[in-house]
Nanobody
Framework: QVQLVESGGGLVQAGGSLRLACAAS????????MAWYRHSPGKQRELVAS???????DYKDSVKGRFTISRDNAKNTVYLRMNSLKPEDTAVYYC???????????????????WGQGTQVTVSS
């Protein structure tokens, strides 16, 4: 059973900080590179940061120096610390593996990406 449960979002003023957390299934966490994605209205979902199991993190250029991804393998949890938030960071944030986990949909008769419920981050100017 796939489990991805995001938390920690909220409303903050520009310049503020938030820390997101994502609890994942052990079988996902143990072997996968984990990542945070975000989805804003009118835009495609985008990869924000990723961290392999035992390697160096990677970041989207626009968040470098402001966001920090980390993982706690003992807790099967991945975090995203977000500092100096900007209004353009407003989005629903999701965690997933990189590349995202997939499942076969009988409804659509195709492979689909699995996503949790996400957590809303809103940055006011």
């Amino acid at each position: 059973q796939v489990q991805l449960v995001e938390s920690g979002g909220g409303l903050v003023q520009a310049g503020g900080s938030l820390r997101l957390a994502c609890a994942a299934s052990e079988r996902i966490f143990a072997t996968k590179t984990m990542a945070w994605y975000r989805h804003s209205p009118g835009k495609q979902r985008e990869l924000v940061a990723s961290i392999p199991n035992g390697g160096s993190a990677d970041y989207k250029d626009s968040v470098k120096g402001r966001f920090t991804i980390s993982r706690d393998n003992a807790k099967n949890t991945v975090y995203l610390r977000m500092n100096s938030l900007k209004p353009e960071d407003t989005a629903v944030y999701y965690c997933n593996a990189d590349p995202p986990l997939t499942y076969y949909s009988d409804t659509y008769r195709s492979w689909r990406n699995y996503w949790g419920q996400g957590t809303q981050v809103t940055v006011s100017s």
